[in-house]
């Protein structure tokens, strides 16, 4: 058996970078960027209105206001997309539509409500005096042409697709998704929608899986739930680590006298790290490589898989992809007293939130077995204390992992 810490630092030495690829705009949702984005042109790319108006010189509207209107010629119209090489002479102006190119000589624009009017006429009505610089969008007043609008490494949302349009990207570099198998064992598990017999359970690990997998960004390619039986099993992994770069079953990996996970792995041809970790929930837990296919055996206890698969699983898909991890890490002080294991790391499904003066308090969950899953219905994080000698009490510190898709309370 060994400790937490050795078994997460031989995963991370055994984490390969999948590369990247390349994806249209339509697909890049969620993606994370393999490199920078840098701007190939300034934003906005040339002086242009903000208003619909009149592009003029100020000095030629000094003094203007509803009773002693300037009046000025109508030289050209400027309108958005159609480029134009109108100069602006003393005494002129230009109908200038928003986006519209700021013909060379004006220095302002007068919105079209303080004028005249976009009427056919050679001349127009000001009303109001014009300030040097009004509602014009500067060339590069927003991203000057180099700079790097999006850090690589960052998450594809809306923004950044919003972005990525911007500046005329079409096909995008992302990191590659690990490609995952999801194996659920046990001759006792039947599926949603059956009918239950006495002694059978409802499989519900695959479908936290599939979730988890889904949140943190890698993509499920093969997935079965299997009978404790050894040809099965053999016949469903090998097929597995052929196509798979992180293999994750659930079940038959304890001591049961039907417990042939780790066996048919090891028969395979898996190089085993580990098998046990000095953790409660979790003990079981195998962990082993063939080839660059990374193999987790988690024990089938549903907050065993649940906070093994946190612990062990999102930060390889994290770090594979140079993404943030899903649950970040802070200190938070216990308003009940924790279980602390003398020999074990425990870990359990609890609530955190902010109080009045800023701080972070978090509470256990009172459902401490491994089996029983709604400890998680009202949880936020999951918290997570070393050995020791001493339980923890209220008023101590512990570390949270905070769950990124629940919210602070
Ligand atoms: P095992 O690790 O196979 O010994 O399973 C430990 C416990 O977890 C048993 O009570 C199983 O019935 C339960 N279990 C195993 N697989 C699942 C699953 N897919 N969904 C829900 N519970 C499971
Ligand atoms: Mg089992």
Request: hydrophobic share 35%.
């Amino acid at each position: 058996m060994i400790s937490v810490k050795k078994a997460q630092l031989i995963i991370s030495k055994n984490i390969r970078p999948l590369g990247f690829e390349s994806v249209l705009l339509n697909n890049a949702r969620n993606r994370i960027l393999s490199q920078d984005i840098i701007a190939n042109i300034p934003m906005p790319q040339f002086d242009n209105s903000a208003m619909d108006g009149f592009a003029v010189r100020a000095a030629d509207t000094k003094g203007a206001n509803k009773s002693s209107p300037k009046t000025l010629m109508m030289v050209g119209v400027s309108s958005a997309g159609v480029s134009n090489d109108i100069i602006l002479h003393p005494g002129e102006c230009v109908q200038c539509m928003t986006g519209g190119k700021i013909p060379k000589g004006a220095d302002s624009i007068v919105i079209v409500e303080n004028s005249s009017g976009f009427l056919d006429s050679k001349t127009v009505k000001i009303f109001k005096e014009a300030k040097i610089g009004e509602h014009i969008r500067k060339r590069g007043e927003e991203v000057q042409e180099g700079d790097v609008v999006i850090s690589k490494g960052t998450c594809i949302t809306p923004s950044e697709i919003g972005i990525l349009a911007t500046f005329g990207c079409e096909k995008i570099s992302v990191m590659i998704k690990p490609k995952v198998g999801i194996f659920v064992t046990g001759n006792e598990l039947i599926e949603p929608g059956h009918k239950i017999k006495l002694g059978q359970i409802y499989n519900s690990n695959f479908y936290v899986f599939s979730e988890l997998v889904e949140q943190s960004g890698a993509e499920i390619v093969m997935s079965e739930v299997i009978k404790d039986d050894k040809d099965s099993l053999q016949k469903s992994f090998s097929t597995a680590l052929q196509v798979c770069d992180i293999i994750i079953s659930s079940g038959g990996v304890s001591m049961g006298r039907f417990d042939y996970v780790r066996e048919v792995y090891n028969e395979l041809g898996v190089q085993e790290h580990f098998w046990k970790v000095a953790q409660k929930p979790g003990k079981p837990l195998f962990f082993g490589t063939m080839g660059t296919s990374l193999i987790f055996g988690l024990p089938g206890n549903p907050v065993s898989s649940f906070i093994c698969y946190m612990k062990y699983i999102d930060p390889v898909i994290q770090n594979s992809q140079n993404k943030k991890r899903n649950s970040e890490e802070h200190q938070g002080i216990l308003t009940k007293d924790f279980p602390v294991d003398s020999k074990k790391h425990r870990y359990l499904f609890g609530k955190s939130w902010i109080d009045s003066h800023g701080k972070l308090l978090c509470t256990p969950t009172s459902k401490m077995g491994s089996h029983m899953l709604t400890a998680s219905l009202r949880s936020n994080c999951i918290l997570e204390s070393p050995p020791g000698k001493h339980e923890l009490k209220a008023g101590d510190k512990i570390t949270i992992n905070l769950l990124n898709w629940r919210k602070f309370k």
